[in-house]
């Protein structure tokens, strides 16, 4: 063996993040918000950008009879307050600065942006585990991260959990509490001795709790709701065509309308020295902006054609038609890497007939037909619970088991707990307590 100092050459690949592409990633992955925020900001300091005004104006979207302009939720790049702070962008924020694994902080960024706007997490944890292609474990353990966020409470899947977050924040979660949190239904009867009973605490204590309880948030993200219904606006309008196919098109409103002041940057760039420097430097930050814009809509509107082909069914019939959809399947038709998927369906929305959508919504887990020849989406089969239980009989209401009868005879095979979670994922109460509603709603009606 040759010991001592030597030459090799070798060769290997590595993928370079050029300026230019951190930054159209990051202008993919933004919103309709944030993205107007960056641009107001880049027309503050680059003198070669001008805005719309000094552009000749859009193109005039044709729309389709009884279909109302988009045009009306589009706001000017200035109608956002600077304040203004989504729920998900407050939780990013937080998960930036925690010391964990890389691969935990992404799938709980993904995380944030599947939370109601009331800050729950209502989509099963194997829905988002098949959805984004990630253990379920590893999505577990990034909801434990998420959870760990302010505000407390925020990423439950149920009430009971919003307020086991809330009391474990200070310090207040025993064995007694978790027993009386398992029971919020006899907390909402008032059935005091039942509680104290069940969960070993005094008549006193109890009190103490259920008064603790009343001054908890049961909707952890309220305050970030008038944010984000201010930015909620469609990119994406999806309409039947002239021989009765479902198309889309970009929001030609919600499209940036920038361009570079060529006669500024003409006048510059004749002077020398340090005035053509900074002429060349705002001009190539310009024009990568504009580059990234293009690529930004481009994208975009690649990702929405293929959802719309592979939900036409959706589109067609409405929510019980929704097939299952993974982000790889998507990435395969566009050849599209799975994370530029990802990106461009984050906080990004399209408006049809049947209401505006966030693009992520079509994603969905599936389950295995009877007949093993197909499979139904986790969004199908909820909407079919749904309709069961609004149609079934007050006076015997359908029980997780009749749902699952009734599934099964339409083709789905699907197991009794996965007809709970479902359900309970709704906020549908089960059949007993359904019931008891009924009668408490019709003694009222007398």
């Known amino acids: 063996m040759k010991l001592g100092p030597s030459l090799e050459l070798r ?23 944030s993205l107007h925020q960056l641009l107001r900001e880049e027309l503050d300091k680059n003198p070669l950008l001008v ?15 009884n279909q109302t302009s988009a045009s009306s939720v589009a706001p000017d790049m200035d109608s956002f307050p600077a304040s203004a702070t989504t729920l998900a962008a407050h939780l990013a924020a937080q998960i930036g600065m925690m010391q964990v694994p890389k691969d935990q902080a992404a799938l709980a960024l993904l995380l944030t942006q599947e939370l109601e706007p009331d800050g729950y997490l209502r989509a099963p944890l194997a829905e988002i585990a098949a959805r984004h292609d990630a253990p379920q474990a590893a999505v ?69 709790l259920l008064d603790s309880l009343r001054k908890l948030d049961p909707r952890p993200g309220a305050a970030f709701e008038a ?8 990119e ?33 760039g004749r002077a020398d020295g340090d005035s053509a420097a900074f002429t060349q430097h705002w001009s190539e930050r310009a024009d990568w902006l504009l580059r990234a814009l ?37 990435a395969e038709t566009t050849k599209l890497s799975e994370s530029t998927v990802s990106r461009a369906v984050s ?16 994603f969905t887990a599936g ?9 139904f989406g986790a969004v199908a089969i909820r909407a079919r619970i749904k309709r069961l239980i609004e149609a079934e009989d007050q006076k015997n209401p359908l029980s997780d088991d009749d749902l699952v009868k009734y599934l099964r005879a339409g083709g789905v095979d699907i197991a009794r707990r996965t007809v709970a979670k479902y359900r309970g994922s709704m906020g549908i109460l089960t059949s007993l307590h359904r019931r008891r509603q009924y009668a408490s709603t019709n003694r009222m009606g007398d």
């Open 11 to 33: 060769q290997t690949q590595r993928l370079s993040m050029t300026p230019q592409l951190r930054q159209a990633l990051a202008v993919l992955q933004m919103n309709q918000h």
């Open 51 to 65: 805005a719309e005004d000094d552009l000749p104006p859009p193109r005039p979207t044709p729309l389709a009879p």
């Open 140 to 208: 577990a353990a990034a909801l434990t991260l998420l959870q760990s966020c302010e505000p407390a409470g925020v990423g439950a899947r149920d009430l009971a959990e919003c307020l086991s977050l809330q009391l474990a924040e200070r310090g207040a979660l025993c064995n007694g509490t978790r027993a009386v949190l398992r029971r919020l239904d006899l907390v909402a009867a008032n059935k005091h001795e039942a509680l104290c009973k069940l969960s070993g605490l005094s008549g006193p204590t109890l009190h103490s």
């Open 227 to 234: 944010d984000a219904a201010a930015i909620i606006v469609p």
């Open 236 to 268: 994406i309008i999806v309409r039947r065509d002239s021989f009765g196919q479902w198309q889309c098109e970009l929001n030609q409103d919600t499209l940036p309308r920038l361009g570079i002041n060529t006669t500024y940057a003409t006048a510059l």
């Open 294 to 330: 293009t690529q930004r809509a481009a994208n975009i509107l690649k990702v929405a054609r293929a959802i719309v082909e592979h939900q036409s069914h959706f589109f067609e019939n409405g929510p019980l038609e929704m097939r299952p959809l993974s982000l790889r399947e998507i």
């Open 347 to 362: 906080g990004k929305y399209l408006t049809c007939r049947a209401g505006t959508f966030e693009l992520r919504y079509f």
């Open 367 to 375: 389950l295995n037909a009877t007949s093993g020849e197909a499979r």
